[in-house]
């Protein structure tokens, strides 16, 4: 038993934490551009085709929870299928990615409050460090206050969000048919399909894309407290992938249809605010910066509790120090790993601060490459554990072939970015795969670590 707050959430909840965790506002301003100026008027065909390994890897998790509804999530699949060592490394990137993301957020977060007041945070650097800084210990208390009340947090910051996402997709079209740009040009079945992109601007927008998605595995970290634990995780998290996959189709039509991809090329750090900005009249733009600020908040918040419940899990069994498997006696969460991202978090942010000015553009680009690496980990892992029992064709393509083809594609798109850097978009930086691979590095020396300082936990012995 991992001590949390059992039947919290139903399936209404735990979908509306994957949908978060993942910050489609937040998602789409940081994104949208960029895949624009590599896909053109292929970008709906890219978040398509990013969708697919996605849905393929959600499958895995269904899967896997139905059999093992732990709280570590891939840390317990994967030490399954592959054993301890693999098992530990891959928990070990779900907190190293979790860490990375948050400089993002806590920059994405600083820049628009500052926004809100007239403030420029590239004029005030220590000021959006200090606002940033602040952000994450508020959502580090909030996690701590226990999961319902965070997840009803969660569900009123994602409907201000995703209807006012609707809404501008909505206003833009109904500009492109009432009053349209000379850009303009109404939807076509042609910008999803993906034949017309080269392997170079493919290559450079599925690495965007994927970092679009990423999120929805939070719905699966808090099964320990889900009503039903073994089904409404795995099932809120494929509903989740879909809400996704509708948002982001509706409004990257809509931004392409509107101006065509060139004005979208044209805004890589922010496209979104550059559509409200035209779209809406004052104030009324001003809205959409307070959706993303408030994605970026929820995000934030989201992002601590699989870090938080992995760090348990692992410490559970032994393989952490024990203070992370502490659970508050009244909100029943895991405070010391909770207290700790935030701390871990702050340290990480204030010194890539100090590194780069690119703070967002680095941990992103660092970010698809772990994500990459424990998705289709897992998928390998599910393929794998499950290769002798799927007697039906359902189950042969639920726990094996979507599983297999996700990660094998997740695979792919990590090695072309490594290996293949140069192109439309920047991709992966040098200094971003230097990051991850240090980061996974640092893991394999943590986890020789603690094999020694903990060689009896029956956990490396495969129990």
Not at 151 to 180: F, N, W
Not at 260 to 278: I, R, S
Not at 290 to 299: E, G
Request: overall charge positive.
């Amino acid at each position: 038993m991992s001590g949390l707050r059992a039947n919290a959430l139903g399936l209404r909840l735990v979908s509306t934490i994957g949908v978060a965790s993942a910050a489609p506002g937040y998602s789409l301003a940081a994104a949208l551009g960029v895949v624009a100026l590599a896909a053109g008027t292929g970008l709906p065909a890219t978040l398509l085709l990013a969708f697919l390994p996605m849905a393929g890897i959600a499958c895995a998790f269904d899967q896997f929870n139905r059999i093992d509804p732990d709280c570590g999530t891939v840390f317990a699949w994967v030490s399954r299928a592959f054993g301890p060592t693999w098992g530990w490394l891959t928990g070990w990137t779900v907190i190293a990615a979790d860490v990375v993301v948050m400089a993002s957020l806590a920059q994405v977060a600083a820049q628009y409050a500052l926004a809100l007041f007239g403030c420029s945070a590239a004029q005030h650097p220590l000021l959006a460090q200090a606002v940033g800084v602040g952000w994450i210990a508020a959502m580090t208390w909030l996690c701590s206050r226990g999961i319902a009340f965070s997840a009803r947090l969660q569900g009123a910051l994602l409907l201000l969000e995703l209807i006012v996402l609707v809404v501008l997709a909505a206003v833009l079209l109904r500009t492109v048919y009432a009053a349209p740009w000379p850009q303009s040009a109404p939807p076509s079945l042609a910008w999803f399909w993906p034949g017309n992109l080269s392997a170079r601007a493919l290559l450079d927008a599925l690495g965007v894309a994927i970092f679009l998605y990423w999120g929805w595995d939070t719905a699966l970290n808090v099964n320990a407290e889900s009503h039903n634990p073994q089904r409404t995780p795995g099932r809120a998290a494929l509903l989740a992938t879909l809400v996704l996959l509708a948002v982001f189709l509706f409004v990257a039509t809509a931004a392409v249809a509107w101006r065509g991809p060139t004005f979208l090329a044209a805004h890589p750090d922010d496209a979104l605010a550059a559509l409200a900005a035209e779209a809406f009249a004052a104030p009324w733009d001003k809205l959409l910066a307070v959706v993303v600020l408030t994605s970026a908040v929820a995000a934030t918040q989201t992002t601590i509790l699989p870090t938080a419940r992995t760090a348990l899990s692992m410490a559970q069994k032994g393989v952490l120090p024990q203070v992370f498997a502490t659970i508050h006696p009244v909100q029943q969460v895991p405070t010391h790993a909770t207290l700790w991202m935030g701390a871990v978090s702050v340290a990480w942010y204030l010194a890539l601060a100090q590194l780069t000015p690119r703070v967002g553009a680095v941990s992103l680009q660092a970010l698809d490459l772990l994500v990459a690496f424990y998705y289709g980990l897992t998928g390998f892992a599910c393929a794998w554990h499950f290769r002798r029992n799927a007697a039906t064709p359902l189950l042969f393509v639920l726990r094996i072939a979507a599983p297999l083809a996700s990660g094998l594609a997740l695979l792919a798109v990590m090695a072309g970015l490594v290996l293949w850097p140069s192109g439309a978009v920047e991709g992966v930086g040098p200094l971003a795969v230097a990051m991850a691979f240090a980061l996974l590095l640092l893991g394999f020396v943590l986890l020789l670590a603690q094999r020694r300082a903990s060689p009896a936990a029956a956990f490396w012995r495969g129990r």
